[in-house]
C-alpha cells in the first residue's frame, strides 16, 4: 500500500527544536500538495500546516504559526516539517498525508486528504 513515510519524532523538552521528515516518493505525491497534522490523546486529529506541489504556498494552523515551518524537497521526494520553540501541548502523533486534488490551500480538514502515514511521536517535556 502506498503510504508516506514519517521519521524524526522523538522527545525533548520545551524550548527545544525538532525537524520530522515525511518520505512521499512516487507519482502518487508528486504535484500534489502535503499537509501535516496530529493527534493528542484523546483529542481530534488536528491540521498543522500544508504546502503546495510547488512549495511555493505554505498555511499554517494559528497555533503554530511562528513555530513551525512546512518545506519540501521535490528532488527528493521529502516534506519536512521544522519545529522551534516546542511546548508540552506540542505533545502528540504527527502525520503527514496527502492533499486530495482541487482543494484549498487552507483546507484544515482531515477529509479533504487521502494518503496517510502511520505517524511518528512528539513528547515536550516541561
Known amino acids: 500500500q502506498v503510504q508516506p513515510v514519517e521519521s524524526g519524532g522523538g522527545l525533548v523538552q520545551a524550548e527545544d527544536s525538532l525537524r520530522l521528515s515525511c518520505a512521499a516518493s512516487?507519482?502518487?505525491?508528486?504535484?500534489?500538495?502535503m499537509g501535516w497534522f496530529r493527534q493528542a490523546p484523546g483529542k481530534e486529529r488536528e491540521f498543522v500546516a500544508r504546502?503546495?506541489?510547488?512549495?511555493?504556498?505554505?498555511y499554517y494552523a494559528d497555533s503554530v504559526k511562528g513555530r513551525f515551518t512546512i518545506s519540501r524537497d521535490g528532488a527528493k521526494s521529502m516534506v519536512y516539517l521544522q519545529m522551534n520553540s516546542l511546548k508540552p501541548e506540542d505533545t502528540a502523533v504527527y502525520y503527514c498525508?496527502?492533499?486530495?486534488?482541487?482543494?484549498?490551500?487552507?483546507?484544515?480538514?482531515?477529509?479533504?486528504?487521502?494518503?496517510w502515514g502511520q505517524g511518528t511521536q512528539v513528547t515536550v517535556s516541561s
Open positions: 512516487g507519482r502518487t505525491f508528486s504535484y500534489y500538495a
Open positions: 504546502i503546495s506541489w510547488s512549495g511555493r504556498t505554505t
Open positions: 498525508a496527502r492533499a486530495n486534488s482541487g482543494s484549498s490551500i487552507s483546507s484544515s480538514t482531515p477529509d479533504d486528504y487521502d494518503y
